[in-house]
């Protein structure tokens, strides 16, 4: 598709003066909407390929709009929140919300969001085969791992929890999503195994475990892994 | 130190005197001294106890409890024979008991408790109080079967010593016997037993010593002033000794006013809100008084009756009754009491208003004394004193709150003036230069939006701390505590900040092992963040050490920056709201330090400034390891 239709679902005026230009700018076709009602009518009769949600609207929480879109439709959502919706974050994105942007955000950083949320969403969730992160090398056909071309030995455990963080595809992870995932149904109260597993795995594929640059932590939410083309990547 | 017998414990035997405080008090002071444990016994000796002084006793024993005695009781026929046991069950290293004055020397030689304990055997030793006040109570009132037998028999036993004077000018030798009798009688069964004595010691002495003997004898004139004088010296004792047995009635009655009122004035020093004053006053009242009372409070058009339910039939509204009880103030006695309805109402006044009215049902201090209405007030006056000293308590505080906002709201005011208009007044004139007619080399262009993108971030990153912490303060911030590595708080913080200001010259140490610990992710990460820009802005480019170890109940935390420290005045207050440094350069509003507290307080943990060795400042902070640790996952590696 050559022109993605993004719909922004955002009360706030100078948000929507800042974000349609910036957006029609990379040649997005963009739709706006103010409201929650609007918004979800929009969606219905447009079928964008992304969302941009606010989290605070002013008919209905942004919760309730994400599991009306999530009734009906795949599309990936980006969630955009303030500062003191830090839950509610974290709840949109076990409800199946792709991302989010803290508020204040620069065009830089939603753009790269953007990408990464469009790149796998066509097709659906088939994931590349091989990933990486500056020297780290995750193959997930053959199963290898190399950190700078040198072969890593994972555990079983380490391994798919790497590989459920590489299948995100560079997409932020929360803890209850990777627990289900490694640990299965029942573990998603356990978030402690989850830390001390990815502090093995970090000590294993990261060069300084302190200052990770592949693995990253996303404080109270979860952790993301960090593929090249966003950002500068200092590995 | 103590020798084994030290740990024995020492009884105090109570009773319902009015000196039971001393009791409680000596036997307090010995435990210390001795520290030995302590307990307050009383002797019940069957139903023969007055049910005023049962709720007597009750008052002591609470008051010993207070001060660490143990309670115990014992049914004994006598109070030697109950303490001899408590003393054995106890094995008491010693034994405080009063002894009154009124025993007679007869029960000095051998018949008070404490001797009978010594002729027990016990190897107690024994601390006998004197009373010094109290003497018999007994009143002349009526002249019982055994008083009549007893002065019949002193009265026998001073005319058979009369007997043995020798006949002749005996009168001056006989007069004493018989006045020691009859002053005897008076003092030990009463006045009007004693005025008898005294008509019987003259009819005696006529029959019987006077010759010829067992003859009227009236026609002497010698035993007509005989009479005179018998008589004379009688009502003189007897008016003596009534006076004195008042004045002792007295003295026991003040002691136990003072004692009831220090006890409720201690009680209510302690109460924190108008209830607990009302639940207190209302109990003493009922100990002491035998009457039910409660404390009214205006509200509105009615009133709150504190403590219990609402009786308040009969009562008539706030302004009349206060108005009424006004009056009385005005009559020169501001506690007059006021009979309103079936109750009696006393105003509270302390030292400038009413604090409320104390009722107390009428038909129990209908017949009180004239005295213990004083004490009555007295009880009122404390009252009031005590919801008087809530009430200034509470204004001090108000008016501190009110302060300490009004402080805040103008440092608020103060930081925002300066730090929210200086970036808004470069974006404004930046945006709007842009906007001018003409063109704008393209140099300037991206001077001008860099400055934007720049100020705009800094106003951000302001009101964000701003909002952060006010969220904080208030408690809006619910920590969310897992147990985690810390390690991985570093990591993201380390990460946000190097993509913001570049590589950082940060020295990491942690132990390979480190605890999980549990805190709230986000918030140590600002913790973090925040120390780390400090330290970066005070000192560009120096290496920063960072340090954590664990021991079982704290996690500990340094970061040591090489800046240019913080003067030891200033290493309290630096993480006050909008404290900067004398002397420091721009950016920064002094919220970062004040947030880190305000975090770390919000766990349980603390954070502080302390020089460093070599210059700088070290930040130490420590966090509580509440809780046990989760379970590792099985298998570990």
Redesign the interface.
């Known amino acids: 598709m050559n022109q993605p239709l993004i719909l922004l679902i955002e009360d706030e005026e100078p948000l929507r003066r800042f974000l349609v230009p910036t957006l029609t700018g990379q040649s997005y076709q963009v739709l706006c909407a103010a409201t929650a009602t609007e918004g979800l009518a929009l969606a219905r009769s447009h079928n964008p390929d992304l969302v941009l949600l606010d989290l605070g609207l002013p008919d209905l929480d942004g919760m309730a709009v994400l599991r009306e879109l999530r009734a009906w439709s795949r599309k990936p959502v980006v969630i955009l929140s303030a500062?003191?919706q830090?839950k509610d974050k974290v709840r949109a994105l076990d409800l199946g919300a792709d991302d989010y942007l803290a508020k204040?955000f620069?065009a830089a950083e939603l753009l790269a969001r953007l990408r990464v949320a469009l790149r796998h969403s066509i097709p659906a969730e088939v994931p590349r085969p091989v990933l990486t992160s500056g020297s780290l090398r995750v193959d997930l056909e053959s199963r290898e791992v190399t950190q700078a071309g040198v072969p890593v030995k994972l555990?079983a455990m380490e391994y798919r929890l790497l590989e459920a963080l590489a299948r995100r595809n560079g997409k932020v992870a929360t803890h209850a999503q990777l627990l289900a995932e490694v640990w299965g149904p029942g573990g998603e109260g356990?978030?402690?195994?989850l830390?001390?597993?990815?502090?093995?795995l970090?000590r294993k594929v990261e060069p300084d475990?302190?200052?990770?640059?592949h693995l990253?932590?996303?404080?109270?939410v979860g952790y993301r892994l960090n593929l090249d083309r966003e950002?500068p990547g200092?590995g | 130190m103590d020798t084994p017998a030290d740990s024995r414990p020492i009884l105090v035997a109570l009773g319902s005197e009015a000196h039971a405080l001393r009791l409680i008090q000596a036997g307090f002071l010995l435990a210390r001294e001795r520290s030995a444990p302590w307990i307050a016994a009383f002797v019940d000796r069957g139903p023969g106890t007055a049910a005023e002084d049962a709720e007597q006793i009750q008052v002591w024993l609470q008051e010993a409890q207070r001060l660490g005695a143990t309670l115990q009781r014992v049914e004994a026929p006598t109070l030697a024979q109950g303490l001899a046991e408590l003393c054995r069950r106890n094995r008491a290293q010693a034994l405080v008991l009063g002894r009154s004055r009124d025993r007679w020397p007869w029960a000095r030689l051998g018949h008070s408790t404490a001797d009978e304990l010594q002729r027990r055997g016990l190897d107690t030793e024994l601390v006998v109080l004197e009373d010094r006040h109290e003497l018999s109570a007994q009143d002349g009132g009526s002249i019982d079967f055994s008083a009549m037998v007893g002065a019949l028999l002193v009265l026998a036993a001073a005319t058979g010593l009369a007997w043995l004077v020798p006949r002749e000018g005996s009168l001056a030798l006989v007069l004493p016997v018989y006045l020691l009798g009859v002053t005897f009688i008076s003092h030990r069964w009463g006045a009007r037993l004693g005025v008898l004595a005294a008509v019987m010691s003259v009819l005696l002495y006529n029959f019987l010593l006077e010759t010829p003997r067992f003859q009227r004898a009236a026609n002497h004139w010698p035993n007509l002033l005989f009479f005179l004088l018998m008589l004379f010296a009688a009502q003189l004792v007897v008016g003596l000794l009534r006076r004195l047995r008042q004045q002792a009635q007295v003295v026991k009655r003040r002691e136990l006013h003072t004692a009831s009122l220090y006890l409720l004035g201690r009680a209510l020093a302690r109460s924190l809100t108008r209830e607990e004053i009302a639940r207190t006053a209302a109990e003493h009242i009922r100990r002491v008084f035998k009457a039910e009372a409660a404390l009214l409070f205006p509200e509105g058009e009615g009133w709150t009756v504190l403590p219990g339910p609402a009786v308040l039939e009969g009562l008539p509204s706030p302004p009349d009754l206060l108005v009424r009880l006004a009056e009385g103030e005005r009559l020169g006695d501001p506690l007059e009491p006021l009979p309103v309805g079936e109750a009696t109402c006393l105003s509270l006044t302390g030292t400038d208003r009413s604090e409320g009215v104390l009722r107390i049902s009428t038909e129990a201090v209908q017949g009180l004394p004239p005295r213990t209405w004083e004490l009555l007030k007295a009880f009122a006056v404390q009252i009031a004193l005590a919801l008087e000293r809530l009430r200034w308590l509470e204004e001090a505080r108000r008016a501190q709150v009110q302060n300490e906002t009004e402080r805040m709201r103008s440092t608020l005011l103060g930081a925002i003036g300066h730090d929210l208009r200086t970036p808004l007044a470069a974006i404004h004139g930046a945006a709007s230069s842009l906007l001018l007619p003409g063109e704008v080399p393209e140099s300037t262009r991206r001077d001008l939006l860099a400055m934007i993108q720049d100020e705009s971030e800094r106003l951000a990153h302001l009101l964000g701390n701003l909002l952060d912490l006010t969220r904080l303060e208030s408690g809006a911030v619910q920590v969310q505590k897992e147990w985690q590595p810390l390690e991985e708080v570093l990591g993201s913080a380390l990460g946000r900040l190097e993509r913001r200001l570049g590589a950082l010259p940060v020295e990491v140490e942690l132990p390979e092992q480190l605890a999980l610990a549990p805190f709230d992710a986000a918030l140590l990460e600002q913790v973090l963040l925040n120390l780390l820009a400090n330290a970066q802005r005070h000192a560009p480019g120096k290496a920063v050490s960072l340090r954590a170890w664990s021991d079982h109940a704290w996690l500990h935390l340094e970061v040591a920056d090489r800046g240019p420290g913080i003067p030891e005045a200033f290493r309290e207050r630096v993480f006050d709201k909008f404290f900067r440094l004398p002397g420091a350069g721009e950016g920064g509003v002094g919220l970062g330090l004040a947030i880190c507290k305000a975090i770390m307080q919000a766990h349980g943990g603390t954070i502080e400034a302390q020089e460093r060795a070599g210059g700088g400042t070290t930040f130490c902070l420590a966090l509580p390891m509440d809780g046990l640790p989760p379970v590792a996952p099985e298998g570990g590696l």
Do not use: D, K, Q, V
Not at chain 1, 195 to 200: F, L, Q, S
């Open positions: 500062r003191n830090e204040p620069g555990s356990n978030t402690h195994y830390r001390i597993y990815m502090g093995m970090r475990s302190a200052r990770p640059c990253l932590t996303e404080p109270n950002g200092p």
